[in-house]
């Protein structure tokens, strides 16, 4: 009954949404403001609809309704219930519904926040939302409907949720980045009802900006978590693989970061509108062309749920809708946007072309990449291959070098065309002084140096100095410095939060240890300057899975830890799958993966020694941090 | 030049250079990091150069795993139901290694024809197989 209501509840919020999002053609026919006024409270109502829906799918997962097909394949009685409860989003048709109710939440926090404003404007903008949402509703309904129940004969067990998936990180991992993806639909929807009513302005760009922050802040939110998942649950000790799927959820932080730096510069100047309007567009594309990508099956990926062909078309349709309309509804509505200011090389307004030049260049090859497979195997009859991922370590780097020098120099530019250039001896000081002392530091701990930790290291110190350090020199008083920190916080966490991230992916990269041996009871293997030593075996049972788990001792001068990594086989899927051990520190994590008996009590074991890998993840925190920070300011300013 | 149309070409040659680098960049890459995917039958057709990294695919055979005592040497035979292809791999296998499950290798094929992988993929579900081997073995059958 439950799963009936529920199901009812998605096809009533399909139909309102359906009317709230062509609402504005009965504006447009009768000329009545009355189809202005009801697409707000129609949108809330869509997503009270929504989430009562989802609370039903959760409900009916914690009572094991395995009468539903969708909750017979994914989980089981023997689930823990807080997995059961994360299950709902475990795979393809829950994770869907979950993407609408994400969206959902910015439609409705956007009609709370613009209550008070211009009527039009805001009902154009919602009902562009409700089309979105209309569209996945359609798709979830007629494609991948959680609420299909499998009649008559009703299983009396669960298939189980993927071992893999049954995760703390994962748990929260999708609803984060759905948030980003979904968030990019809103700058997107402002843009189109902002070529609607012709009111390409400042005002529109302020508007669009906390937007297209928060969506990036949850976008790397949401990366990098799955980063840090992968790199403890799959037991290879990597944290960013190349996969089509990174890829796709890559693509469009890059596009939104792009995009509110380049809405910055329509909102100070009043340039770069059109440029602007395009990477609301590009955004939101690559956001539909991400959950495309992960949902159709098409590319081969650790993340791919379904093999579903009219899935496939189906979001192609949803994707050439929108964006095709849009591009089409932009060629014919923005011929007139006037530029006002003109502006030299040495200026804000040119630190921030290079900015979005070089971002969206990137976004688009790391694209290509990712699809290259597809067309090369249009093109050669058939042929299957793959792009490895030193294609995309030769691509970004040249890249990253850039974007780099620009974060460095960005804040001491002038808008239109900059007069003083002692900055620039300034920051090459500071920053040199603290390329110097961390290369020194980096050779002390680790007894080496390479070209990939000098790279890192000078590109660390050049954004350090230029966004914190040299802040800090020019104010002369206390009070000034705490101005200034205060009111660039968002930026210099952000900017900051990139460099911690460069700086540990340089190191990480080339200072990393691994090897795989066979160790028997007693034995120790040295890797570096640290001894791992095999102490005994257990096996136990816990919950949903029993277990074989290693004991093992890290020492260097002492004892560091012991830690045990684990080969679990799970009882109702009958999965085996590896838990690595990893024992943190500051500044490196020793990690150990248990393969599999080899003889007689001995075992084979993956070691591995992954230096600054935490400052990775810290770094994303901080570009998080920053983003939130600033759209929260830019909020309370609309 | 005139101001406006000065930044115009400031604009457009940057974009030029941007794009530029990033096609150098993008040509380089595939050329250099492509991996074309074998079947056991494809590689009975074609002679590939010792020196190419491919990726080859199929299904591993019954009993034919082969482990050494207290190594990580390994071998194993793949198939795909008209070709074998004999594989020798050092390192630990994915969890879902197993008989008759769908693999990826990754590596070269040496002069005797056996295939030294460097990398060995199964996926991370039980009813899943990788595409290429679905594909191929569908053909196949």
Redesign the interface.
């Known amino acids: 009954m439950i799963v009936e209501i529920g199901h009812i509840l998605l096809i009533g919020a399909l139909v309102i949404s359906f009317i709230a999002g062509f609402s504005p053609l009965l504006r447009f026919l009768t000329k009545d403001n009355f189809y202005y006024m009801v697409i707000g409270p129609m949108n809330n109502l869509v997503c009270l609809f929504i989430f009562l829906s989802f609370i039903t799918l959760i409900y009916s997962f914690l009572v094991d309704d395995f009468s539903v097909a969708y909750i017979a394949n994914n989980s089981n009685t023997l689930l823990p219930t807080y997995y059961k409860f994360a299950a709902t989003w475990g795979a393809h048709e829950g994770s869907l519904l979950l993407w609408i109710f994400c969206l959902c939440l910015w439609s409705t926090t956007y009609f709370f926040l613009n209550r008070q404003k211009d009527e039009e404007f805001v009902a154009l903008t919602l009902s562009v939302l409700n089309q979105i949402i209309f569209a996945f509703i359609a798709f979830t309904l007629f494609t991948s409907n959680p609420f299909e129940r499998i009649l008559p004969i009703v299983p009396i067990e669960g298939a189980d949720l993927n071992p893999l998936l049954q995760d703390f990180a994962f748990t929260i991992h999708p609803p984060l980045l759905y948030l980003g993806y979904s968030g990019l639909a809103v700058p997107f929807a402002l843009s189109l009802s902002a070529l609607i009513s012709k009111k390409i302005d400042s005002v529109w760009a302020r508007e669009a900006r906390p937007w297209s922050l928060l969506s990036s802040g949850f976008l790397t939110l949401g990366i990098a978590l799955g980063s840090w998942w992968a790199y403890y649950e799959l037991g290879w000790g990597g944290w960013w693989f190349w996969d089509p799927v990174e890829n796709a959820a890559f693509v469009p932080w890059l596009i939104s970061v792009a995009m509110f730096h380049s809405l910055i510069v329509t909102e100070k100047r009043g340039i770069y509108k059109n440029w602007s309007i395009l990477l609301s567009i590009l955004a939101f594309a690559a956001s539909i062309l991400g959950t495309f990508l992960v949902r159709s099956g098409i590319l081969t990926s650790v993340h791919v749920f379904a093999l579903d062909p009219e899935r496939g078309v189906f979001i192609l349709a949803i994707f050439s809708y929108f964006i095709l309309g849009s591009l089409i509804f932009y060629s014919f509505l923005n011929n007139k946007l006037p530029g006002r200011s003109t502006y030299n090389l040495a200026s804000k307004e040119f630190g921030f072309l290079l900015n979005n030049v070089l971002l969206v260049i990137l976004a688009l090859s790391i694209m290509f990449g990712t699809l290259f497979p597809l067309i090369y195997e249009a093109l050669n009859d058939g042929d299957q291959i793959s792009v490895g991922a030193p294609y995309y370590e030769i691509l970004i780097l040249p890249f990253a070098l850039a974007l780099s020098i620009l974060q460095g120099v960005g804040l001491y530019l002038s808008w239109s065309s900059t007069k003083q250039f002692n900055f620039l001896n300034r920051v090459a000081i500071e920053s040199f002084s603290i390329f110097v002392i961390l290369s020194l530091l980096v050779f002390f701990v680790f007894g080496k140096l390479s070209w990939g930790t000098f790279l890192a290291i000078a590109m660390f110190s050049w954004i350090f100095s230029g966004n914190l350090v040299d802040a800090t020199y020019q104010s002369t008083q206390l009070q000034e410095l705490k101005s200034i920190l205060i009111k660039r916080f968002g930026m210099i966490s952000a900017h900051l939060g990139t460099a911690f991230l460069i700086l540990g992916v340089g190191i990480v990269t080339t200072f990393s240890l691994e090897r795989d041996v066979v160790l028997e009871k007693g034995e120790s293997y040295k890797l570096g300057n640290t001894h791992f030593i095999f102490k005994e075996m257990q096996e136990a049972k816990r919950l949903n899975y029993s277990f074989q788990s290693a004991n093992i001792e890290i020492r260097e001068e002492g004892l560091i830890d012991q830690i045990s990594p684990e080969k679990r086989n799970y009882l109702s899927s009958n999965q085996v799958m590896t838990e690595a051990a990893i024992k943190p520190t500051l500044l490196q994590d020793y990690y150990v993966t248990l393969g599999e008996q080899v003889g007689d009590g001995a075992w084979s074991f993956k070691l591995q020694i992954k230096p600054f890998i935490r400052w990775i993840w810290f770094g994303a925190i901080l570009i998080a941090l920053g983003t939130f920070v600033s759209s929260y300011r830019h909020v309370k300013r609309l | 030049m005139h ?2 149309r ?2 115009r070409l ?2 457009v040659l ?2 030029l250079f ?2 530029a ?2 096609a150098f ?2 040509f ?3 050329s ?6 074998y079947s056991p039958s494809d590689l009975k057709e074609e002679k590939i150069s010792v020196d190419t990294q491919i ?1 080859v695919g199929g299904m591993v055979k019954k009993d034919s795993i082969n ?6 040497r390994i071998s194993f035979v793949i198939t795909d139901f008209e070709e074998d292809l004999l594989i020798t791999y ?4 994915p ?2 290694f197993s008989e008759e499950a769908g693999i990826v290798a990754k590596g070269k094929i040496n002069e005797g024809g056996i295939f030294i992988a460097n990398e060995v993929l199964a ?4 009813n ?1 197989m ?3 081997v679905a ?1 191929t073995l569908k053909d196949k059958k």
Not at chain 2, 32 to 37: G, M, T
Not at chain 2, 90 to 93: F, M, Q, S, T, V
């Open positions: 101001p406006l000065k930044q400031y604009v940057s974009i941007g794009t680098t990033a960049l993008v380089k890459g595939l250099e990091n492509i991996n074309l995917f990726r482990k050494e005592n207290n190594s990580l050092e390192g630990i296998l969890d879902l996926k991370h579900d039980e899943y990788p595409p290429e594909k």
